[in-house]
């Protein structure tokens, strides 16, 4: 039998403290196993900063996905514009894609005529409270950028997510579409939250 041995790190708590380190851990990872492109998820533009900075000089290509238009207020993007000017102009590829475990499955579930959860927000619920909230959020925008078309199915990639806000959790994936979720793999979890 053979197998890989590889270092995890355990966060004692969630959260945006965790930021730092997590992009410092994306970036040695995706330098040991040869991957190419980082992708991390980002409301603001702070999060995507920091990884930003953290990459510098490593040759790595910078995903940010963000929230859709709309997401907290009609017709607002969240994201900073000064900062997504700023980001596009060194290389970043900043993508906006309606979530993919959720979209129109939340409106349907709040919806008082139809109402219930749905298969979809399911998943979603599995991913955030049996491994890491940040998981969910790292899944989902790998399927995001396979869907817009910036990364390629057929190589793995590092992504990140957090719980609220920053990065507490990085992980190996080998992309899909979403239209073809069940083919998505996490393969190794790089960092994450022990305590959620």
């Known amino acids: 039998m053979t197998f890989t041995e590889r270092k995890i790190w355990y966060f004692d708590t969630p959260g945006p403290a965790n930021t730092a380190d997590a992009a410092k851990f994306a970036v040695e990872r995706a330098q040991d196993l040869k991957i190419k492109t980082i992708i991390v998820a980002s409301t603001s533009?702070?999060?995507?900063?920091?990884f930003h900075d953290a990459m510098k000089g490593s040759g790595l290509n910078l995903v940010i996905v963000t929230h859709v238009v709309g997401f907290t207020k009609p017709g607002e993007?969240?994201?900073s514009t000064e900062i997504a000017d700023r980001l596009k102009k060194q290389g970043v590829k900043i993508v906006t894609g309606t979530h993919a475990l959720s979209g129109l499955e939340r409106a349907l579930s709040r919806s008082?005529?139809?109402?219930?959860?749905s298969r979809t927000e399911a998943i979603a619920e599995a991913l955030r409270r049996i491994v890491a909230i940040g998981l969910k959020v790292a899944v989902e925008c790998v399927l995001i950028a396979a869907d817009?078309?910036?990364i390629s199915i057929d190589e793995e990639v590092i992504a990140a997510g957090g719980t609220a806000?920053?990065?507490?959790?990085v992980c190996v994936i080998r992309p899909a579409h979403t239209a073809d979720f069940f083919s998505l793999q996490v393969r190794e979890i790089v960092a994450?939250?022990?305590v959620r």
Do not use: Y
């Not at 533009?45 to 920091?50: H, L």
């Not at 008082?112 to 959860?117: A, E, L, N, Q, R």
């Not at 806000?165 to 959790?169: K, L, R």
């Open 45 to 50: 533009g702070k999060t995507a900063e920091v």
């Open 77 to 79: 993007w969240e994201f």
């Open 112 to 117: 008082p005529k139809v109402g219930g959860g």
């Open 148 to 150: 817009q078309g910036v």
């Open 165 to 169: 806000s920053g990065a507490d959790t």
């Open 192 to 194: 994450m939250p022990r």
